[in-house]
């Protein structure tokens, strides 16, 4: 058996489609999603992310009480992260040739998680864990219809739904203790 399988596409035939549409960057020929439903997608997570960033910074300096020193850690932690995760969408955004919305405007109706603030450490931690079961099932989704169509957004989707899973275990947990 000394055939081997032939490369998928010859190099050749992949040079020259390389240099076809330059002017689109990472999208080249194979892509196969619909780009301005990815890009929509991707700045809804963003709005997303930006809201659940500020929901946290506000709960960390709001945190007070008995048990508000693990739970103040945690939400400073999570807000960094959603700010991380915020930072790779925009990034994917701009590489998919769009542009991140970072508008204050309507940032809440295209966000898919809501800005609550709660009054008592409890009523935090309930509205963080809340927004993260949101995150969790909008992120599954969006990375289910990515499928093989855009597996680079797709493992960002994925990359970040295992990260609001940790979060929503975290609140959990906090939550019982409370």
Known sequence: MSHEQPFLTDVKTLRERARQHIQQGAVTEGYKADRDTVIKLLNEALATEIVCTLRYKRHYYMANGLNASIAADEFLEH?????????WLA????????APNFSPEGLQSRAHAEYVEGDTLKDMVMEDL??????????????AYLSDKDPTTRR???????????????????????
């Open 156 to 178: 960002i989707f994925e990359e970040i739904l295992a990260q609001e899973e940790e979060h929503a275990d975290d609140m959990a947990g906090i939550l019982e203790s409370l």
């Open 130 to 143: 809340v927004a993260e079961r949101i995150a969790i099932d909008s992120y599954r989704e969006m990375a």
């Open 91 to 98: 990034e994917r955004i701009v590489q998919l040739g769009g």
């Open 79 to 87: 807000a960094q992260q959603e700010q991380q995760h915020a930072d």
